[in-house]
């Protein structure tokens, strides 16, 4: 399955140094074989007695970011054959599912064409779930031990995707340390947040340090103001038991807006190692100045009686939401970073639930043109940086009306 071709070489040294092939072999490496010669390149001889196995276990498996971010990942990577062949997944979650279950939850999410349904049966025949509780050593137990009846045993590779709420953390990585450790391979349990895999957001320091044209403009002299957007058009829709122990700032602000903030505003890094962009990024947080309460709006979403559907209903017509709740489910605040780059101008983060579209976006609007000749027809040059529903980079400008005319 997943065959490749290998292209191998042997070489002899010329005059000046420079190595030129002598012969080249082709033969079909699989997958995992591909997967084993990249790790030697990268890693050397010292990971060569590694198991080849992999579990990737969602802690979280019957959650909203499960079924519609992570297992249809996972799903893309094994169906384009970015995975070893040797890979299983364990969903982990509190409630009594079967992997049929997920299935039928994830599949509106995966864009499965006819043409993959046996791809995707395979897929899930390699898929297995577990319910436990998050704060219970015992369930971790009899997690450990279905681990261990999985090809590769207990000398596998394990994953941990944390897909939960911050408030079980420590308990879910205290009960991993304690009872789901791997004996000879490794380990390794990771949070993150989701809007660092979108590819608008990840291309911003591409954007901005690959492109000599917005180095000089990208400041104060030139930034009237930074607008972060991320809107959803539905409520909670079930889901507010979890959402109200957060709002939408914990929910959505102060990690989505606030990494795309960081990655507008910092600094050039030294390199696009983690470390040296986590850096430049903590210097951007550290010198957000306090914020003041009139530069804060928040709001909760109420029911249209001329809406259809879910539309009809407010955030305290959720049951699962108590009653009298006074949790924001949308905020605006204007935030001041306070460095020689950008002192003064106002960056405004703005998201909310059950909004009028969905939209994640980041929007420089750059000052006014000094020295209007056009009687104040000129509107403010903006550069967007639409993050989804529709990838996109776009620069507006003034051009001047067709005909005869001679202004904007």
């Not at 050039?268 to 951007?284: F, H, L, Q, W, Y």
Request: with cysteine; net charge neutral.
């Amino acid at each position: 399955m997943w065959p490749y071709r290998h292209v191998s070489s042997s070489y002899s040294a010329g005059n000046r140094g420079t190595e030129w092939p002598r012969r080249w072999n082709t033969e079909l490496l699989t997958r995992s074989e591909v997967f084993g010669q990249l790790r030697k390149e990268l890693y050397g001889e010292k990971q060569l007695n590694d198991s080849n196995t992999h579990i990737f276990i969602i802690l979280g498996a019957s959650g909203d970011l499960a079924k519609k971010k992570i297992y249809p990942t996972l799903w893309w990577l094994f169906r384009d054959g970015l995975l070893p062949d040797d890979t299983y997944f364990v969903g982990f979650a509190r409630s009594d599912l079967t992997v049929e279950d997920i299935k039928t939850a994830c599949l509106p999410h995966m864009k499965v064409t006819t043409e993959q349904n046996e791809c995707l049966s395979m897929f899930f025949s390699k898929n297995s779930y577990v319910r436990g509780r998050y704060d219970d050593s015992s369930s971790f137990t009899q997690l450990s031990l279905h681990l261990s009846s999985l090809p590769g045993g207990s000398h596998a590779n394990r994953l941990f995707y944390l897909a939960l709420p911050p408030t079980v953390y420590q308990q879910v990585g205290t009960n991993i340390s304690c009872h789901c450790m791997s004996d000879r391979s490794r380990t390794r349990s990771i949070a993150l947040t989701t809007i660092l895999g979108k590819e608008m957001v990840q291309n911003l320091m591409v954007l901005r340090f690959g492109n000599r044209i917005f180095g000089p403009i990208w400041n104060r002299n030139n930034v009237a103001c930074v607008v972060l957007t991320f809107k959803e058009p539905f409520g909670t829709q079930g889901r507010g038991g979890y959402f109200d122990n957060f709002g939408i700032i914990r929910d959505v602000m102060q990690n989505h807006l606030l990494q795309m903030l960081c990655l507008v505003a910092m600094e050039k890094p030294p390199t696009t190692s983690p470390d040296d962009v986590r850096d430049e990024k903590v210097k951007v947080l550290k010198r957000i100045a306090p914020v003041a309460p009139t530069d804060v709006v928040l709001g909760q979403y109420v029911g249209d009686p001329e809406g259809e559907s879910h539309a009809r209903l407010g955030y305290q017509d959720d049951p699962s939401v108590p009653e009298g709740s006074c949790t924001p489910t949308f905020a605006t605040a204007v935030l001041y970073i306070q460095s020689e780059r950008w002192d003064g101008v106002p960056f405004i983060l703005r998201c909310g639930k059950a909004l009028n579209e969905r939209k994640a976006e980041v929007r420089l609007q750059f000052s006014d043109v000094p020295g209007d000749i056009f009687d104040e027809n000129c509107q403010r040059n903006e550069l967007v940086v639409r993050v989804q529903p529709d990838e996109a980079i776009y620069l507006k400008m003034m051009t001047k009306r067709p005909g005869i005319y001679f202004s904007p």
